[in-house]
């Protein structure tokens, strides 16, 4: 473990003693665009799914009269910024903490603002994951507390860099956010291969990213949706990079973040200055950690689907919650298009069928017990 960083694992959710305190670091709202552009390469690994695929791509061509670009459709998690917001504090305040909750959307801080321009949440941190183009590849920085006088300009400044990455501007962005003392830097899931460049290079590039630009990051995340595995290598890179770890439950369902850091900080610049300054952070893995990754995932796919009648935008279909922006720039729901078309694609009926079944309580019973617990929970 890096010096400074200590990690604990909970058999069960119980509160701990010794500190008053729980930070909950990297989840997502409805606000959050999440690109499909991973569909063909999961689908590519299965020969039914992949030729499906294929087949759905030539259709939509010819109907269309040019190809299908998952680039320019999203899909957005299932809770409204005030849904995630409660999830995060239910289950801190279950544990007998006080909360302190950090909301990241991907490359927006709209949802955040939306709750901070309500009384009862208008001290909720402004706080983004930053996607930063690099090499072949890009990495997320999970950018914490930003000051609400300057958010708006640093947001602009941080949508410019990754719509026009520009590598001799990063230096000083990173300069000017560390400025701030009560900002905290963090390198959500480095050592995931998002992009799907392959690992090795994968790898080669987060080195390269680090020796270049260390300095502007506080600290590496372990985080709460990778396998454990992939965190061990983090915790290496860590003590390779003299850099404190951090929790990042990354949620994107119902289920609140697999786990969290605990603090007697009062504050989270505060807890801040113990990450940056003192290089002190104490991690905890909560129970639905010790679940295996793909168990996880499809409970998370099951949430995204679910009907949120509830809904504060009115997006209680899942249909209503994926987009796609025409040519003409124009953004709409798949709801709509198949509402016009009095039908959704057999393709996607018989994927919606599968997901009902695996939302059975027995079925997902039975793929836990087929995938098995998450792999020895040890350093």
């Not at 960083?5 to 930070?23: C, D, W, Y």
């Not at 990297?26 to 499909?36: C, K």
């Not at 552009?37 to 690994?45: S, V």
Request: with cysteine.
């Amino acid at each position: 473990m890096t010096q400074g960083s200590r990690l604990r694992f909970l058999p069960k959710l119980e509160s701990q003693e010794g500190f008053r305190t729980a930070v909950s670091l990297h989840s997502h709202t409805s606000s959050s665009r999440e690109s499909l552009d991973f569909i063909p390469r999961i689908c590519g690994k299965v020969p039914l799914l992949r030729e499906a695929e294929q087949a759905y791509r030539r259709r939509y061509a010819r109907v269309h009269g040019h190809p299908l670009d998952y680039t320019q459709a999203w899909w957005t998690p299932p809770l409204t910024p005030d849904e995630a917001l409660r999830v995060e504090l239910g289950q801190i305040e279950s544990l007998g903490l006080r909360p302190i909750v950090s909301l990241t959307d991907h490359d927006t801080i709209d949802g955040v603002l939306a709750l901070r321009s309500r009384p009862a949440t208008q001290d909720t941190l402004i706080s983004v994951e930053w996607t930063v183009p690099f090499e072949a590849s890009f990495f997320h920085l999970g950018i914490h507390n930003l000051p609400p006088a300057q958010a708006a300009a640093i947001q602009q400044a941080l949508e410019t860099y990754t719509a026009t990455p520009d590598e001799t501007k990063l230096r000083d962005l990173l300069v000017f956010l560390n400025r701030d003392t009560g900002i905290l830097v963090v390198f959500n899931h480095p050592m995931w291969d998002e992009k799907g460049i392959g690992q090795n290079v994968h790898v080669e590039q987060v080195y390269r990213f680090l020796s270049r630009y260390k300095l502007g990051v506080h600290a590496l995340e372990l985080n709460g949706l990778r396998p454990w595995k992939e965190n061990r290598s983090v915790i290496r890179l860590a003590m390779e990079a003299g850099l404190p770890l951090v929790s990042g439950g990354d949620r994107h369902g119902w289920e609140p973040n697999a786990n969290l850091n605990l603090t007697n900080a009062t504050s989270f610049p505060e807890f801040v200055e113990q990450v940056r300054m003192d290089r002190c952070s104490d991690i905890v893995f909560l129970p639905q950690y010790q679940q295996c990754v793909p168990s996880r995932v499809v409970d998370t796919l099951c949430d995204v689907m679910r009907p949120n009648p509830n809904h504060g935008l009115g997006w209680h279909r899942w249909s209503d919650r994926v987009f796609r922006r025409e040519r003409s720039g124009v953004v709409r729901p798949l709801s709509a298009y198949w509402d016009a078309t009095g039908g959704t694609p057999s393709l996607v009926r018989a994927f919606i069928s599968t997901m009902r079944i695996v939302e059975s309580r027995r079925v997902r019973s039975a793929m836990r017990a087929a995938f098995g617990p998450q792999e020895e929970l040890a350093w």
